[in-house]
C-alpha cells in the first residue's frame, strides 16, 4: 500500500482515504476477517471506508490498530480468493440498451452478454439506492459511459452497466446507466438480515436465463 490517511469524521467515526478500488476492497476483506477492538461498523465507499466506532471506543487505538492492519494486508483481493460461494443472478438479455452498448463494445450482442457472464464480479461498495451494489469485474471492456439522457423510470431488476461497474436497479427509480437486460432477484428486503443480498466484497455472477 502506497498511501493511507486517516480522518476523524464526527465524534465517532474515523474515514480511511485508500488510493484505488482495489486497496478498498483489500482492506474491507482484511477489516472483516479482523475487526479491531471498538470498530462497530464500516462503510466503503470508491476510494474511502467510513469506520464507526461505539460510544466507548478510544478513537486513538483504533487508528493505530486500522493503520497496521493496512500495512500487513495483501494488496488486493483475487477473484478467486474468497471463501464464500459467488450469489448468482439469473438474466434475461432483454434490455433496451443491449444493441447500443454492443455497438460502442464493437461486440455482437451474443458477444456481450458472453462477456457479462463470464466475467467474475464483485461488489465494491452500495450507493445510489438501498441496496444498488456497485460490481467491478478484471473486464475493462465494460467501462462504457452513461446514457445521454437519464430515464425517468427505469423497472426494478434491471440488469445496467456504466462507467466500469455492473449493476442491478433494486427498485423501479430514475436511472441513466444502460441497461443490458432483467432479473427477478430481490436485492434489497427489508425482512431479510442484511436487507442487501450482496455486501460489498461479495462476488457476484451473472447467468443467461435462457440457457439454463
Not at 475487526?35 to 460510544?55: K, Q, S, W
Not at 493503520?67 to 459467488?86: F, I, K, Q, Y
Not at 427509480?173 to 438480515?193: E, K, R
Amino acid at each position: 500500500m502506497n498511501r493511507l490517511t486517516i480522518l476523524p469524521a464526527g465524534e465517532h467515526a474515523l474515514l480511511v482515504d485508500l488510493e484505488s478500488e482495489a486497496e478498498v476492497l483489500a482492506f474491507i476483506h482484511a477489516l472483516t476477517r479482523n475487526t479491531p477492538a471498538g470498530v462497530e461498523d464500516f462503510l466503503p465507499a470508491a476510494r474511502t471506508v467510513l469506520v464507526t466506532c461505539t460510544p466507548t471506543a478510544d478513537l486513538t487505538h483504533v487508528r493505530h490498530d486500522l493503520n497496521e492492519l493496512a500495512h500487513t494486508m495483501s494488496d488486493a483481493v483475487t477473484d478467486n480468493g474468497s471463501d464464500e460461494a459467488p450469489f448468482v443472478i439469473e438474466v434475461r438479455y432483454d434490455g433496451p440498451d443491449l444493441d447500443d452498448v454492443a455497438k460502442t463494445l464493437k461486440m455482437s450482442r451474443a458477444e456481450v452478454i458472453s462477456a457479462h457472464t463470464s466475467a467474475v464480479w464483485r461488489c465494491a461498495f452500495i450507493g445510489f439506492a438501498p441496496g444498488f451494489a456497485y460490481l467491478t469485474s478484471s473486464d475493462t471492456r465494460f467501462d462504457i459511459p452513461r446514457r445521454p439522457q437519464s430515464r425517468t423510470a427505469v423497472p426494478a431488476g434491471s440488469v445496467a452497466l456504466a462507467g466500469g461497474y455492473s449493476a442491478v436497479y433494486p427498485r423501479a427509480s430514475p436511472g441513466g446507466w444502460q441497461i443490458i437486460g432483467s432479473t427477478d432477484a430481490v436485492m434489497w428486503d427489508l425482512n431479510s438480515a442484511p436487507p442487501a443480498a450482496v455486501q460489498p466484497g461479495r462476488r457476484v455472477r451473472f447467468v443467461n436465463k435462457e440457457e439454463r
